[in-house]
């Protein structure tokens, strides 16, 4: 039984699922603490995702840039890069869908991969600048990142200043072809056809028209498990890790370390673009927005990826656990008044607890060496 | 003195475990006081986790330990510089920056109203120190300026300075050249002289005739036994410690040198610090022939090595193999052109360490058609080849083709390096400190594997501060120092006490 209980708690996976059970209970605690009931805040949570069908594709909805940020920063960490540019290439990935999808008129599908293929140029570019600053003059891409995360910000700004992109007196720029957008039946449903259809059939009703359902998380999953498998069956992936575990053994034995890195940032760039690009094209208003502050999905990717310790596939599951806890987090918060920062604590302790995994490696010796004893 | 205070260390029965792993399987060691006691075992063989569990840093599963007769749990390093236990551990513990004085005092700083640094009167403590035991240093001298026997001085001090009693060396003339291991046994005699009691972790023989008393063997956790040194041989040391008769001569043929392959021409290398730490070197290497360059750590040979593998740039010079110029082209390049590298880091420069052993046996050959097709890896061509090469190559444990390749011990882990870089056939095998940190038993191994080579008619550039190593395998023997070849032998025309002064920078003696 204690060998059992060892071995479990080496796997990885477990160590995280640990990680967040401690999670809900630190908050729990916080939850306590501030006078709210843990049980009913939790179970608020719960039930406000999974009691509709509307509520649950909103946390799918808001799942697919994370996911996709998140792969982004778990890629760039394979070779040893902290990508804190999400946040800008992300926008950039926007931008380039906005002004590829809003200009040009082309077949359904094809217009879709246009898009995409145009944001992770874009995206793809921006990181691999940064990529290029470390490998050729040693700047830190934590640096670099930071500030192209600002000016992508302002670029965005500055594009919807511009006339003939930005609507005069809006703070949108023009918005991408309807037929481009990939939101399920996006123009059966508002057909008059449709309209007829859907007045007949309320759920089906509030889940069309009452939310942006769009085709966007199941291109993040096959995106991910494409990552999955450049990373792990393929030379280049090969390269990528290797580079990251060992720089200089990687350089001695013929690997360019350089160029892997350049390419890194240039994919990890272009999967933050992807999610950028998802979200025009699935998400109202479809059009690039005047912003105050950054997006946010760039840093959620951080989280994402620190909770899933850099696996592309946990990537999924910890993107889908970030933005329901999210979309809870706000629910509790209008119902019961419990404060939705508690949200930040637990997210907080789970990538504390994750990054202290050794912890629970060290729980399992202990386990382990008692067992020998027994056997002694 | 009564039978109970005749030992300063006494260890009984020690079991430790890592993992399922038994590191330490009932050991006992016993140290008199005021003696030079030797641990000798093979790499792996636990000395170095016996040492760790006396000086707190690691705690036993089971077991006593009795310092002077007192039974202590040694919690950690502080219970360990409590009982007067100061270790000198492979790797220095210096900071660069700082002057003798300073690294000696640092933690137990000469203070003057309650705050301020007294620098001159630990100075003043530091000489007195120094003519006590005989220990010759500057106390002004930078650490980064001073020689590596200086410095083992200096971490020597750094232990007599906390009133250490016992003292712990581990491996301590991995890098010192022959003169200064014949003046750290002068040292620590004097040490025994003024009562101290010395342990020293070591797997070379000679070093062990030459300084200990006592001999404690240890082969794979277990104890085998205590010796004393003056009763036996170093051939009966070594059976002990590998637990089969060692060959501890190089057997090998005489070379048959043909037509010059591999060729330096006048280099010369700037370090970053714009100093040429290589002058004006040339080298030629024929084919079927071992080339040593004998000299002591930081006379140019790791510019040279990161020169040849175009690691770094060169200044001015050529480097070539079978006529094609290298230098300042890729490591790539390099490799495809035929040589191939042993480094002296294994761990840094040899090694994926997380990475599966299998995969470290590909990385330089991954992206080529045997173990890739359309850049997707071919995993069951990976793992085969990973198990012919760990069958061929006697790497341990057998069934270790998945698992990370830190796990294996040094010298298999330097067995992994050497049939990956033979595999690949090169033309010019470059062997930097090939046996570095490894037993006899492996020594022996990777030394017939690079006559082996030469013998199929290839060429290997030997590079080694061991000199028995440059002496034993070499077929010509140059002489680095400084940055240039100052002497070269053929076989058997040199001994180890006349390259010991070239190395240390001596005049070569003219035929009388």
Same mark, same amino acid.
């Given at each position: ?119 992770? *140029? /874009?995206? !793809? $570019?921006? %990181? ?11 700047? &830190?891409?934590?640096? @670099? ?121 240039? *994919? /990890?760039? !272009? $999967?933050? %673009? ?11 208003? &479809?059009?690039?927005? @005047? ?86 | ?512």
């Amino acid at each position: 039984m204690g060998s059992k209980i060892a071995e479990l708690l080496d796997k990885t996976a477990t160590k995280i699922i640990l990680a967040i059970v401690l999670g809900f209970i630190v908050g729990a605690l916080a939850l306590a603490g501030a006078g709210y009931d843990p049980v009913a805040s939790y179970a608020m949570m719960f039930t406000s995702i999974f009691s509709s069908p509307q509520n649950m594709i909103q946390v799918l909805i808001l799942t697919t840039p994370n996911i996709l940020t998140g792969l982004s920063v778990a890629f760039a960490f394979k070779t040893g890069l902290f990508n804190i540019g999400g946040e800008g290439q992300y926008l950039m990935g926007a931008t380039a869908a906005v002004m590829v999808g809003g200009v040009f008129n082309l077949p359904p599908v094809i217009n879709v991969l246009v898009i995409i293929l145009a944001a992770v *140029i /874009a995206a !793809g $570019l921006y %990181g691999a600048l940064a990529g290029f600053l470390k490998a050729r003059f040693g700047i &830190h891409e934590v640096i @670099t990142t930071i500030m192209l995360n600002w000016i992508a910000l302002y670029f965005n700004n500055y594009l919807i200043s511009v006339p003939g992109i930005g609507l005069k007196n809006t703070q949108y720029s023009f918005p991408i072809q309807q037929n481009a957008w990939t939101n399920v039946l996006s123009s059966w449903k508002t057909s008059s056809q449709g309209q007829v259809y859907l007045a007949a059939h309320p759920t089906l009703n509030t889940i069309l028209l009452g939310t942006d359902i769009n085709y966007g998380f199941i291109i993040a999953i096959v995106v991910a498990l494409l990552i999955s498998f450049l990373l792990y069956r393929t030379t280049f992936g090969y390269q990528i890790r290797a580079v990251g575990l060992n720089k200089d053994a990687a350089e001695g034995a013929g690997i360019k370390v350089k160029k892997n890195i350049v390419m890194t940032m240039f *994919i /990890a760039g !272009g $999967l933050s %673009g992807v999610a950028g690009a998802l979200q025009m094209t699935g998400t109202a208003p &479809h059009a690039l927005v @005047t912003l105050a502050t950054q997006p946010g999905y760039g840093f959620n990717g951080i989280t994402v990826a620190l909770m899933a310790n850099s696996s592309p596939i946990g990537c999924i599951f910890t993107a889908l656990l970030l933005s329901g806890l999210q979309f809870g987090g706000s629910t509790i918060q209008m119902n019961l008044g419990a404060p939705s920062e508690v949200v930040n604590i637990m997210i907080g302790v789970i990538v504390f607890f994750v990054a202290v995994a050794s912890m629970f490696t060290m729980i399992s010796e202990r386990l382990k060496r008692r067992r020998i004893k027994v056997a002694d | 003195m009564n039978a109970q205070q005749q030992y300063a260390v006494e260890m009984q029965s020690i079991y430790k475990y890592f993992d399922t792993f038994c590191a330490l399987n009932s050991v006992n060691l016993k140290v008199k006081k005021g003696s030079i006691h030797a641990l000798l075992g093979e790499n792996g063989a636990g000395k170095t986790t016996l040492m760790n569990i006396l000086y707190g840093l690691y705690r036993p599963d089971s077991g006593k330990i009795l310092i002077n007769g007192e039974p202590v749990e040694m919690k950690n390093p502080n219970v360990a510089i409590e009982h007067k236990i100061g270790m000198v551990h492979q790797h220095f513990k210096l900071v660069e920056k700082f002057t003798v004085a300073q690294n000696i005092i640092l933690g137990q700083e000469v203070v003057k109203a309650g705050c301020i640094l007294d620098l001159a009167r630990a100075r003043k403590q530091v000489r007195e120190l120094s003519q006590t035991y005989g220990l010759a240093v500057d106390p002004d001298a930078k650490i980064e300026d001073i020689s590596v026997g200086m410095q083992q001085r200096v971490e020597i001090l750094k232990a007599l300075y906390r009133g250490v009693e016992i003292l712990i060396l581990d491996e301590p003339t991995a890098v010192l050249t022959p003169q200064e291991i014949s003046e750290l046994v002068n040292t620590m005699h004097n040490l025994t002289a003024n009562g101290k009691t010395i342990i020293i972790i070591t797997h070379k023989l000679k070093e062990i005739k030459k300084s200990s008393e006592y001999c404690t063997i240890i082969r794979r956790g277990k104890y085998i036994d205590t010796v004393d040194v003056k009763s036996v041989t170093e051939q009966m040391l070594a059976s002990k410690m590998v637990g089969r008769e060692v060959n501890l001569i190089v057997e090998k043929t005489k070379a048959n040198p043909q037509d010059v392959i591999f060729s330096i021409d006048n280099l010369t290398i700037e370090d970053n610090r714009k100093i040429e730490r290589v002058k004006d070197f040339s080298l030629s290497v024929r084919r079927g022939e071992i080339v040593g360059i004998a000299g002591i750590d930081g006379n140019g040979q790791k510019e040279l090595v990161e020169a040849i593998t175009c690691l770094t740039k060169v200044k001015s010079g050529k480097i070539s193999l079978n006529g094609v110029e290298l230098q300042n082209t890729s490591p790539h390049n390099v490799i495809e052109n035929g040589i191939c590298t042993i480094h002296e880091d294994r761990q840094k420069r040899g090694l994926v360490l997380d990475f599966p052993v299998k995969y470290n046996f590909i990385l330089e050959n991954h992206h080529k058609p045997q173990f890739a097709a359309h850049y997707v890896l071919k995993e069951q061509a990976i793992s085969k080849f990973a198990e012919d090469s760990i069958k061929a190559y006697d790497v341990r444990p057998e069934n270790c083709a998945s698992e990370p390749v830190k796990a294996l011990s040094g010298g298999n882990q330097q067995k992994v390096i050497i049939a990956r870089e033979l595999s690949n056939n090169p033309e010019l095998l470059l062997a930097f400190q090939p046996t570095r940190g490894l037993d006899v038993g492996a020594i022996e191994f990777i030394h017939n594997a690079l006559i082996k080579h030469r013998d199929s008619g290839h060429s290997i550039l030997l590079i080694s501060f061991e000199l028995d190593e440059i002496i034993n395998v070499s077929d010509r023997i140059c002489v680095l120092y400084d940055g240039r070849i100052v002497a070269e032998f053929q076989q058997g025309e040199v001994d180890e006490y006349e390259l010991g002064l070239l190395m240390a920078g001596g005049e070569k003696k003219d035929g009388i």
